[in-house]
């Protein structure tokens, strides 16, 4: 009992002891720089009218993006200081009256009026040669990679390459897009719903692929892959990639190569710092805002290719086996659904075979 009354102090002053004694540590106060908000410009001039459009945002104090429908956007050309008006559709999109015509050499600069002391300006930039699209096909691949427990996995898929046509530049700056198109043709289907007319199409979401060639007049690219998709009920009928291939400038792949760069960063030490990527765009008259993006111009050339079914060598689960372990398991509402109510569904895209 002598040994409990002796320390039974001893939680107290742990406690009160600190308060009586003198600070050790000066505070510090870290003096970070803070913006108003800051603009983002995602801006493409091709020449096709579904690619001729700027959209504009804003991101406030908070974090929070929201478009920006109260600017005033002109595309300035040199060809007779010409000036197109971009008009306002709502939701911070921008598009011209009528579709422009953009021709190798032309010179087109974005200037976009925020507020009435706050200017956007891109650079000059010049429309490239076109490069065509020639060829298109696909083959079976099986992809390999080791998971986090050592294990060797495979998967089935499919390669999609492309050939190009000659290339007229001394230097080529290519960048590819794509998306796909399925017939949803599943067994069980509602009275409804008639798969060989239903369409269900996708785009490539958070995807990347440029490249480059140096001293490129004269040659082609031959066999360029595009991407690899794995096998899925998506090819239990036909399946469609269209192949977007757009000529772009020196400018616009140096801002994409930074950001694939940034994106496969693994968080190793011999990886280089993040930092902000810059584009072609300044902003004039507010030092406190900041903008982001890019004001990209090319030339654009698409072609489609088509995978049935009953070529591809590898076996994958397709829509009937689906539908059939839903009949087994009494439940044939749940895997075979309407197929117009599958997200993506629509009538039939211009490029499906």
Request: charged share 25%; proline share 5%.
């Amino acid at each position: 009992m002598r040994s409990v009354k002796r320390y039974w102090l001893a939680p107290y002053l742990a406690v009160l002891l600190p308060a009586f004694l003198p600070a050790c540590v000066e505070q510090f106060e870290l003096d970070i720089p803070k913006s108003t908000q800051n603009f983002v410009v995602e801006a493409i001039l091709l020449d096709d009218t579904r690619f001729q459009k700027v959209v504009l945002s804003k991101i406030n104090l908070d974090g929070k993006s929201e478009p920006f429908d109260d600017a005033r956007v002109v595309l300035q050309s040199d060809n007779d200081d010409i000036e197109i008006v971009f008009e306002s559709r709502g939701e911070g999109l921008y598009t011209p009256q009528a579709f422009l015509q953009v021709a190798r050499g032309d010179k087109y600069r974005l200037v976009i009026d925020a507020y009435e002391d706050t200017r956007i300006v891109s650079d000059w930039e010049e429309v490239p040669d076109a490069v065509a699209l020639e060829g298109g096909y696909w083959e079976s691949h099986t992809f390999e990679f080791v998971n986090d427990n050592g294990v060797t996995i495979k998967r089935n898929g499919i390669n999609f390459k492309v050939n190009t046509g000659t290339f007229k530049s001394p230097d080529t700056f290519l960048r590819y897009d794509f998306e796909t198109t399925h017939i949803n043709e599943a067994p069980f289907r509602g009275p409804l719903c008639d798969c060989l007319n239903c369409y269900v199409y996708s785009d490539s979401g958070d995807y990347l692929n440029v490249t480059s060639a140096q001293r490129s007049k004269g040659k082609a690219l031959q066999g360029h892959l595009i991407a690899f998709l794995p096998l899925d009920k998506k090819f239990s009928y036909r399946l469609t990639m269209l192949v977007r291939q757009i000529a772009i400038t020196q400018t616009a792949f140096l801002f994409y190569e930074s950001v694939d760069q940034q994106r496969s960063l693994n968080g190793s030490i011999f990886d280089p710092p993040p930092s902000i990527i810059s584009g072609n765009l300044q902003l004039i008259g507010d030092e406190e805002t900041n903008v982001y993006g890019l004001f990209e111009i090319g030339r654009l050339s698409e072609i489609p290719i088509t995978v049935f079914k009953g070529r591809i060598e590898n076996e994958f689960i397709t829509y009937l086996d689906v539908c059939n372990a839903g009949a087994r398991s009494n439940n044939i509402d749940r895997f075979c659904f309407n197929c117009y109510a599958e997200e993506g569904a629509g009538p039939r895209p211009y490029y499906y075979e």
